[in-house]
């Protein structure tokens, strides 16, 4: 069974651009949460999305955004991106009964130069 | 606010020996869960035992075993046997009862010495 695959694997931008990271959650999961890992901050919930429908979301400006497909494949996007978002981006996926635990990819590492 | 704290940023232990993680956590609620995760190198956040706050046995998977302490509110991993590849940041997490969001801690770094 195919775990969670999280693409790229690496991205490098520039301040101001906007970045689209991917997520396909193992097959049978329904439930897609994101969170931004950094040095000072620790691990941060960003938000968690179930059956292509935000259903929690934390405190992240507006320029954080995401969604899911039917496929219960999940994209999030940063818009404007500043230095501060430079980070290991993780996204876990589980089958969204509360009861059940997450599973991580390998995360996106996002460098903003 | 739910938090959880792990207070020691790094420890080290000889392989083959015991070690002890400590982590606290403060919550209102009556229905939650609390995981270990380990990150090795690879980034990669694998998860490593869990326990539901309505049980009171702590639970044990092969080496790794909790010890659950609901009224003081805290959460230690006990990894025996230790091994080279157990090295890694353990992070603490804890997650309500009918919610996907997981609070984690800071996280401890953990040396393995052969």
């Known amino acids: 069974k195919a775990g969670v695959t999280q693409t790229p694997r690496y991205l490098i931008k520039t301040r101001g651009q906007q970045v689209t990271l991917s997520c396909s959650p193992i097959?049978?999961?329904?439930?897609v949460s994101w969170y931004q890992q950094t040095p000072g901050q620790g691990l941060q919930f960003l938000f968690e999305y179930f059956s292509e429908t935000q259903r929690n979301k934390g405190n992240f400006p507006g320029r954080f955004s995401g969604r899911q497909f039917s496929n219960s494949r999940s994209e999030m996007n940063v818009s404007t991106l500043e230095l501060g978002d430079s980070a290991l981006y993780l996204c876990?996926?589980?089958?969204?009964?509360?009861?059940?635990?997450?599973?991580f990819g390998q995360g996106t590492r996002l460098t903003v130069v | 606010a739910q938090t959880v704290t792990q207070s020691q940023p790094e420890m080290s232990v000889q392989e083959a020996e015991t070690v002890t993680l400590s982590c606290t956590y403060d919550t209102s609620e009556s229905d939650y869960y609390l995981f270990w995760y380990k990150q090795p190198p690879s980034r990669q956040m694998i998860l490593v035992i869990r326990?539901?706050?309505?049980?009171?046995q702590n639970a044990t998977e092969n080496r790794f075993s909790v010890n659950f302490q609901k009224a003081a509110k805290s959460f230690s991993l006990k990894i025996s046997d230790s091994q080279l590849g157990d090295a890694a940041m353990y992070f603490c997490?804890?997650?309500?009862?009918?919610?996907?969001?997981?609070?984690f801690g800071k996280g401890m770094k953990l040396t393995v010495n052969p």
């Open positions: 997490a804890y997650k309500r009862g009918g919610s996907e969001k997981l609070v």
């Open positions: 876990a996926s589980s089958l969204g009964s509360h009861d059940t635990e997450a599973f």
């Open positions: 326990q539901e706050a309505y049980k009171q």
């Open positions: 097959s049978g999961h329904r439930s």
